[in-house]
């Protein structure tokens, strides 16, 4: 995509920028959803999670595809569509692009620019796996009894 604006305040050159979804992001996003199914609470990526440098910088591009909500610098939780996404329940376009980070919508003049032709993907798309998610009871069921006592 070669797409620029201008900036309507300061006249510097804006740069529109397209993402896609990689395994990397994929276990990133499995990390986070299994963190909130355990804690149900939004994850400090720094501190919660065990993700190396590409996936630590690349997770939050899944907010784009809106599969993460950022609550405060450094919280996150998984949404909904992101879930459906790891459960191969739904499919996402990619890529998308960002202008000053907004996502474009679909006919902005800017995918005119993007020679590539777009196209709906899967989890099974990028990975073998199909995660599946237990609820609170399910992990209530497989505590030990040993933590009831305490």
Known sequence: ???HELCPHCDQQITAYTHNINHYMVDALHQLMDYYYRTKKSCNINKDLKLDHTQMCN???????????KVEVGKWYP?????NFL?????VTVPVATL???VLPDNHKAWET???????????DIVD???EYKGTADYQKEKSPQEDLI
């Open 1 to 3: 995509m070669k797409y």
């Open 59 to 69: 997770l939050p591009k899944l907010q784009y595809f809106g599969f993460i909500r």
């Open 79 to 83: 949404t909904q569509r992101g879930l």
């Open 87 to 91: 459960e191969n329940k739904l499919k």
């Open 100 to 102: 000053n980070n907004e």
């Open 114 to 124: 993007h020679k590539k032709p777009r196209k709906e993907i899967s989890v099974r």
């Open 129 to 131: 796996t199909i995660f």
